[in-house]
């Protein structure tokens, strides 16, 4: 949790945040994805000052805990003076105790987004999905969040001026906002009109931007015309040897035939099609046909 201190900004943890999305599809699949399709709303986290801080907490709890389909977990919250946000016991269930930063005692806007990631790690527990490291997990968890409709909590937590910061999770803004975005062009949804903070946007529209990169990469049809070119540049050398690009690279098929390879722009799983110009595809692991100029 960044309080007062310097946010970091852009797309340090990329490669992680798209290898979390692969990693998602793999372990739920396509047709559990599409289950996620409504978010989680501010009225289902909405936590005013006059309720009682331990019964809102819970009341909130019980709600992502809905989210996730996990009628089974029971979140006991507490309170404490900690250096991170938020803290939870990942044993075998069905009771798992989080302990939150007692600066939520007076900040309850901001309890549903530290919710929201606790919850998330009950769920890949749960799940058995699990990255080598703790701060590759942590990407995981706040990546996880946000494509299942819960961690644009953690964005809009996200507020910064001249004096004073404050920001949950471990993505930076940006990365929060590109893979919001993703699920935003995958459910054709606008979180934008949930957002509270100035900040969380500008980061979401910095986010929404990238995302569309990746749907403008060659060979795929919204390419643009410099993307194009090089493309086919590439393509005329292949066969000498030639250094693979950014986000394609070309092999040789059965009979000598070119392939060439890039990441599906919605799951980034490697998608591998024959070179020989118009081509659709659809992606194995997350189902999105994609049209292609090869």
């Known amino acids: 949790m960044a309080n007062g201190g310097p946010v970091e900004h852009g797309y340090p943890h990329l490669d992680?945040?798209?290898?979390?999305i692969t990693a998602l599809y793999k372990r739920l699949s396509h047709d559990t994805v599409q289950t996620f399709s409504a978010s989680?709303?501010?009225?289902?986290?909405?936590?005013?000052d006059t309720d009682d801080l331990y019964l809102g907490a819970q009341r909130v709890a019980r709600e992502i805990v809905r989210h996730f389909r996990l009628p089974d977990a029971r979140l006991i919250v507490s309170f404490r003076e900690?250096?991170?946000?938020?803290?939870?016991?990942?044993?075998?269930?069905?009771?798992?105790?989080?302990?939150?930063?007692d600066r939520?005692?007076?900040?309850?806007?901001?309890?549903?987004?530290a919710l929201a990631h606790?919850?998330?790690?009950?769920?890949?527990?749960?799940?058995?999905?699990?990255?080598?490291?703790?701060?590759?997990?942590?990407?995981?968890?706040?990546t996880v969040a946000t494509y299942l409709g819960a961690g644009w909590l953690l964005l809009d937590a996200y507020r910064e001026d001249g004096v004073s910061s404050q920001k949950l999770g471990y993505l930076t803004p940006e990365e929060f906002g590109y893979?919001?975005?993703?699920?935003?062009?995958?459910?054709?949804?606008?979180?934008?009109v949930w957002f509270t903070s100035p900040q969380a946007f500008t980061a979401y529209t910095k986010g929404l931007s990238r995302a569309r990169r990746d749907e403008q990469q060659p060979p795929l049809v919204g390419a643009g015309w410099?993307?194009?070119?090089?493309?086919?540049?590439?393509?005329?050398?292949?066969?000498?040897?030639?250094?693979?690009?950014?986000?394609?690279?070309?092999t040789p098929?059965?009979?000598?035939?070119?392939?060439?390879?890039?990441?599906?722009?919605?799951?980034?799983?490697?998608?591998?099609?024959?070179?020989?110009?118009?081509?659709?595809?659809?992606?194995g692991l997350c189902q999105t046909v994609l049209e292609c100029d090869t």
């Open 179 to 192: 893979v919001l975005a993703k699920r935003a062009l995958l459910f054709h949804e606008d979180p934008s």
């Open 104 to 113: 939520f005692r007076t900040h309850r806007e901001d309890i549903g987004a």
């Open 118 to 142: 606790e919850v998330t790690h009950v769920y890949l527990h749960r799940l058995d999905l699990v990255f080598p490291t703790t701060a590759e997990n942590e990407i995981l968890t706040d």
């Open 253 to 283: 098929g059965p009979a000598g035939q070119l392939r060439v390879s890039f990441p599906c722009p919605t799951c980034h799983q490697l998608i591998r099609v024959p070179v020989r110009g118009r081509v659709r595809a659809r992606c």
């Open 16 to 20: 992680t945040v798209r290898a979390a």
């Open 40 to 48: 989680v709303t501010p009225a289902d986290v909405a936590f005013c």
């Open 82 to 101: 900690m250096a991170h946000a938020a803290n939870v016991e990942l044993t075998a269930g069905p009771e798992y105790f989080v302990e939150l930063n």
């Open 226 to 250: 410099a993307g194009r070119r090089r493309y086919a540049h590439d393509r005329r050398h292949a066969s000498d040897g030639g250094r693979p690009a950014a986000t394609y690279a070309f």
